[in-house]
């Protein structure tokens, strides 16, 4: 007999965070909910009386990730004195992010949904918040003219695609060790051309 491994009356939790340790090690192409009641260590059925499909689960998941990446972003401190340090170290939390979460960053930036739930909307709205807010800060305090938000679009852009770079070629760190930087090192040299 299987022995539950979740405490009465908090089996969803269990299960979400069943389902998280389970991205982490396989991703989302590998992602059963079958393997998730084996981790949780309850029955098939039992999931399916919280979620009705994987889906479900992925966006629920996929929200979560924002939420963990907006919150990191908003650790980085803001210094009117030194605002170019904000905006690199801005950039280098969400690159750092995706290095260390590859799973979690391409279940939320490469699944098209047609339709999201109101969780994963918010979930996202409040992650780009943080960077729209964040340029503003830095264009404000350089004293520039530009459209904080073209300017986060921008910036976005810029560490999206280096991340990406990173995650789906060995580019990145062949030209880090050609211009003898570590890969973060060269993120951080691509941020500060952008200041």
Not at 26 to 34: C, E, H, I, Q, V
Not at 64 to 74: C, E, Y
Not at 150 to 176: D, K, R
Request: glycine share 4%; aromatic share 10%.
């Amino acid at each position: 007999m299987r022995k539950n491994t979740y405490h009465h009356g908090d089996l969803k939790n269990s299960i979400i965070k069943s389902c998280h340790k389970l991205l982490q090690k396989k991703g989302m192409t590998d992602f059963s909910l079958r393997e998730v009641a084996h981790l949780s260590g309850v029955s098939h059925a039992a999931v399916y009386r919280h979620f009705q499909h994987k889906d479900e689960v992925l966006e629920i998941l996929s929200a979560i990730g924002f939420d963990r990446l907006a919150s990191l972003q908003k650790k980085v401190a803001k210094d009117k004195k030194n605002p170019d340090e904000y905006f690199v170290k801005l950039g280098l939390v969400y690159i750092q992010f995706a290095l260390k979460n590859p799973n979690y960053y391409k279940l939320m930036f490469q699944t098209k949904r047609e339709k999201e739930s109101k969780d994963l909307k918010r979930s996202k709205l409040k992650s780009y918040a943080v960077l729209v807010h964040g340029c503003r800060f830095f264009l404000k305090a350089k004293k520039r003219k530009e459209n904080h938000r073209s300017f986060a679009l921008m910036s976005w852009s810029l560490v999206h695609g280096f991340s990406n770079l990173s995650l789906e070629t060995n580019f990145p760190i062949s030209e880090g060790k050609r211009l003898n930087q570590t890969q973060i090192e060269l993120a951080e040299t691509m941020l500060r051309f952008a200041t």
